[in-house]
Structure formats: C-alpha cells, structure tokens
C-alpha cells in the first residue's frame, strides 16, 4: 500500500510537501533548479512543465507574486501536488494540471511565458533500459512519456524572443541540450555543472536558455557535498 507523508519542503521556512513514503519524493535536482531561476522584475508567467508533486512551483512561490502554472502527467503524483499546493494556501498563484505537455495547447490557448522550467525524465529507453516496477518512477526517471526534443520544442513555442527556459538534466547528456538549443532557437546562454563528491566528475547540469540569443555560453562548475549549505548559492550566479 502507498503510504503518502507530509514532509518539510527541504529547509523553506512554512513549506511542506506531500510525498509517498519509500518510493516518490521530490528530489535534490528540483530544489537545484528552482534556485537557480532568476525572477526578474518584469516577469509575469511563468511555466514548470514535468511538475512531479510541485516542488518547483512551491520554491518560486517564495521569489515572486506571480502566476505560475505547471503539468503533471501522472494521476497519483498530480494528486500530491494539488495537496501539496492546497496545503501551503497557494491555490489561488499555482495552477496544476493533470496532462500531457504534449497537449498543452489544449488548456493554456497559446500563452506565452516569461519562463519555463523542466526537471525532465533523465533516461532514454532502449532494449538495455533497466525500467523500475514502481510505474510512477518508471515514468519520472524514463523517456517513456516525453523526451528532450519534444519538451525544447514546447519550451520554445511558448516563449517569446528574450525569454528564458531552464532546465535541470543528467551532465553527460550535455551534448544533446545544446544542440536542441540550437535547433529550437532556445541557445545555451548559462551551464552551471554540479559536482556531489569533489573527486567525482559533475554529474548534474543546469542550464538557461533564452529563445532568439545570440550564441555564447558561459559555464561554470560548483560542488556540493553538505545539502544543508548549497540553499541560495546561485543568486548572483544567472
């Protein structure tokens, strides 16, 4: 039986999230790339698409007033965002929807946003994908539902030009990010590389894109081993 927790959302005061004990928690990744958006003042829309149980609506409700609206494909993990969202009182700034981004137009008629964000599935599936039988991660962690050319080709429908797309992804598949940038007129501006252990390669990226650029991208590494330091160390950094 799937027990569902109530849980701290990481150390944001008054934040809590619901979860399911043992299988589906938010994770570090989504708390890295809430933290790296920059909100700016101009900003109106704002879009989260792969919203898992919303943690990263739930952190940029702490930077900002303005709407946010966000997808989730998945029954039961749209359920615990809606909780989650219920809970912190802020049904009246987030819009959850239980869909497939690939029919967003169905529910947004063509908006455009000041930002997206993605914290996508990492996995491509092939016949050597090792699936897992927890169908709700199966489907976070694996291209079964959306891949990478599908989310930079909705990230770039609904962004005007010197709009900005951010993405959270594995570093090894750095590669392809950049080139759907291109292709999609989303170019790589920002890469921030995170090191987890200081003798290991960087395994996570996080990237900004702004549709309509000009090539150029600065990139920069940070490690962070203690979790309980790394909370607003990308302030200056975008």
């Given at each position: 039986m799937k027990q569902e927790v109530l849980?701290?959302?990481?150390?944001?005061?008054?934040?809590?999230?619901?979860?399911?004990?043992g299988n589906f928690k938010f994770s570090l990744d989504s708390i890295l790339l809430a933290e790296y958006v920059k909100v700016k003042q101009d900003t109106n829309y704002i879009l989260d698409l792969c919203s898992g149980n919303a943690p990263i609506p739930l952190i940029l409700s702490t930077k900002t007033n303005k709407k946010i609206t966000a997808f989730e494909i998945q029954p039961t993990i749209y359920e615990l965002g809606i909780k989650s969202i219920n809970f912190n009182k802020l049904d009246?700034?987030?819009?959850l929807y239980n869909a497939d981004i690939k029919d967003i137009d169905d529910y947004i008629n063509n908006q455009k946003y000041d930002i997206i964000t993605c914290n996508p599935p990492y996995f491509k599936v092939n016949e050597n994908s090792i699936i897992n039988d927890f169908s709700e991660l199966a489907i976070a962690r694996h291209e079964?539902?959306?891949d990478l050319d599908n989310i930079f080709n909705i990230a770039s429908s609904h962004?005007?030009?010197?709009?900005?797309?951010y993405l959270v992804h594995r570093a090894d598949r750095l590669d392809e990010i950049i080139n759907l940038g291109y292709t999609y007129n989303l170019n790589v501006k920002n890469i921030m590389l995170i090191k987890t252990k200081?003798?290991?390669?960087p395994t996570?990226?996080?990237?900004?894109c702004i549709k309509g650029s000009n090539k150029g991208v600065?990139?920069?590494?940070k490690s962070i081993e203690n979790l309980k330091s790394y909370q607003h160390i990308f302030e200056e950094d975008v």
């Open positions: 849980n701290d959302l990481f150390d944001y005061e008054n934040l809590k999230i619901y979860q399911i004990r009246k700034q987030i819009t079964i539902k959306i962004l005007d030009d010197g709009k900005e797309f200081c003798d290991k390669d996570i990226t996080l990237v900004r600065k990139i920069k590494i």
